[in-house]
């Protein structure tokens, strides 16, 4: 079974470009999971959606950031404009939510460099 | 407070040496999960295990073992003679069964393996 899939996996852009990061989780899994990791902060949690719906935006940086998903088996994270301390590996995870015990699974994530 | 410690920032060892990652959580749930992924050179997160607050069996894959005890909130990851393909970051996690949706990551721990 294929897992998660992201894309792109690497982007290089000049600040205050749009950068758009997608996602298709496991079929099957009701939930994803936008996370962010960094040498400082390490991996934090941006948000969280739940059949759809974003439940727990919570860790979202600030306004520049949004997320979408559509439908069942599509994602985007958006940054708009982007700012070099935005570099960063950003990891799409899902899981299916019959259970907070269930494993999250997580993409190979999308490295991103704003210069 | 930090809900998964990782007091080991960084480890060095000799191959086919033994080496074990410490992992120390905070809960108040009776009901929680705990997980280890793993993080190589290439940069994915790779599931490795997952236990639930009821089982503190011990559990053995390979040259991979788990020492879950619930007395000192301790979920220890020992790999048996280590190998430099087990050079990676290694990160423990917590779920609390009320608040599902989060996964609580631990600040990881780099492991060298040196030939």
């Known amino acids: 079974d294929a897992g998660v899939i992201q894309s792109p996996r690497h982007e290089v852009t000049e600040m205050g470009q749009e950068v758009t990061l997608r996602c298709k989780p496991i079929?099957?899994?009701?939930?994803l999971f936008w996370y962010r990791q960094t040498m400082m902060r390490g991996l934090e949690l941006l948000i969280y959606?739940?059949?759809?719906?974003?439940?727990?935006d919570s860790g979202m940086p600030e306004d520049r950031f949004s997320a979408k998903m559509p439908n069942a088996s599509f994602s985007t994270l958006k940054i708009q404009p982007s700012e070099p301390r935005d570099s960063a590996v950003y990891f799409c995870?899902?899981?299916?939510?019959?259970?907070?015990?269930?494993?999250?699974?997580f993409g190979e994530g999308s490295w991103l460099t704003v210069v | 407070a930090q809900k998964v410690t990782q007091a080991q920032t960084e480890i060095s060892v000799v191959e086919k040496e033994d080496v074990t990652l410490d992992c120390v959580y905070e809960?108040?749930?009776?009901?929680?999960?705990l997980f280890w992924y793993k993080q190589p050179p290439s940069g994915e997160l790779v599931f490795l295990i997952r236990?639930?607050?009821?089982?503190?069996q011990n559990e053995i894959s390979g040259r991979y073992s788990w020492n879950f005890q619930k007395s000192t909130s301790s979920f220890n990851f020992t790999i048996t003679a280590s190998q430099v393909v087990d050079s990676a970051v290694y990160f423990c996690?917590?779920?609390?069964?009320?608040?599902?949706?989060?996964?609580?990551f631990g600040t990881g721990t780099s492991l060298t393996v040196i030939p």
């Open positions: 995870a899902s899981r299916m939510d019959t259970s907070s015990g269930n494993t999250i699974y």
């Open positions: 079929s099957g899994h009701n939930s």
């Open positions: 959606f739940n059949n759809n719906v974003p439940i727990d």
């Open positions: 809960t108040r749930d009776t009901t929680y999960y």
């Open positions: 236990r639930n607050s009821f089982d503190e």
């Open positions: 996690a917590l779920s609390e069964d009320n608040t599902g949706n989060q996964f609580y």
